[in-house]
């Protein structure tokens, strides 16, 4: 079966963001990669993928349509996330939807009720159920289609989700699952379909962390929060509150109590210090070594 893929909007595009200024695509985009990239293990599926993977160009609808038609999709998904409010403030509008087109043709309802019922399942979001408008991205006549408004980026307990690498594991999964599902596919080499632990997996083996650019001073600056907070997935504003959801975030993986407070001396920094070798005091000097271990290994976006 033949399927395209559509990231809506680009960076370029103006609004469309969340409140901190991430780009409603940036967001959307590591999960459709991450179904192109499981959905390519499985046997007898071609794909394309039609907005543009760098980001810079927001393709006019009429070459995007064209396109979809060129590649005589029998899919076509399109990825969004959802706004609410005037998108420069947090607000509490929430959860997944998935659009079909009015004509409400059963595959695709039956693939739209898939994603959406998955989406929910795994990221515990609010399902606001399939709903049906002429969007033209859900109007091919020959493909079934379907929009994912995968939760609201204007909501900060979505996005924290959505943002995080364990968010878009789950929610590729998901998506890959209602498509293997509804489809029957096969995955190559394999005789059973049904593992989702085995989507997830795979999935994960093909996620990457964002690589910092910092300057290895050793000081816990804007900069390095900012980038900490990319790399956990959390709201990026290069600030730690009291408490912090991304030192919350560093205390869950390092497995000390998560209050999100850096307390002196504190056990995350003590857990930190031990894990990048550095001597163990509990305390962040300034400058400080685990620090600059952190600023170096941030710059290879893996910790
Ligand atoms: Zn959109």
Do not use: E, H, M, Y
């Given at each position: 079966m033949r399927i395209t893929h559509r990231v809506g909007h680009?960076?370029?595009?103006?609004?469309?963001?969340?409140?901190?200024?991430?780009?409603e695509w940036a967001q959307a985009e590591p999960i459709a990669k991450l179904v192109i990239a499981e959905l390519n293990n499985y046997e007898g599926v071609a794909q394309k993928r039609v907005d543009d993977p760098t980001g810079k160009v927001d393709k006019s609808l009429k070459t995007l349509i064209a396109e979809v038609n060129d590649f005589k999709a029998d899919v076509h998904i399109d990825y969004h996330l959802n706004a609410h409010g005037d998108g420069t403030t947090w607000t509490s509008g929430h959860g997944t939807e998935v659009f079909v087109n009015t004509r409400k043709p059963k595959e695709a309802v039956e693939l739209a009720t898939k994603v959406l019922n998955n989406i929910v399942s795994v990221?515990?979001?609010?399902?606001?159920g399939v709903k049906y408008y002429n969007w033209d991205m859900v109007n091919f006549p020959k493909a079934t289609n379907i929009l994912v408004e995968i939760c609201f980026m204007t909501n900060k307990d979505d996005v924290s989700i959505v943002r995080s690498t364990d968010g878009q594991i789950k929610i590729a999964a998901a998506i890959v699952e209602a498509i293997v599902s509804q489809y029957n596919l096969k995955r190559k080499g394999s005789k059973n379909t049904k593992d989702k632990q085995v989507v997830q997996s795979k999935v994960a083996g093909v996620t990457s962390r964002p690589k910092a650019n910092l300057r290895v001073d050793g000081y816990l600056g804007p900069a390095t929060i900012s980038a900490l907070q990319r790399y956990f997935g959390?709201?990026?504003?290069?600030k730690i509150s009291r408490p912090s959801l991304v030192i919350k975030a560093m205390q869950k993986w390092l497995g000390t109590p998560q209050d999100g407070v850096i307390s002196t001396p504190s056990l995350m920094v003590k857990a930190l210090q031990k894990r990048f070798g550095t001597p163990v005091d509990g305390i962040i000097s300034k400058p400080s070594l685990v620090i600059k271990e952190l600023q170096r290994r941030l710059n290879k976006g893996d910790l």
């Open positions: 680009a960076l370029t595009t103006r609004g469309k963001q969340s409140p901190d200024g991430v780009k990221t515990g979001f609010r399902n606001r959390t709201i990026v504003d290069g």
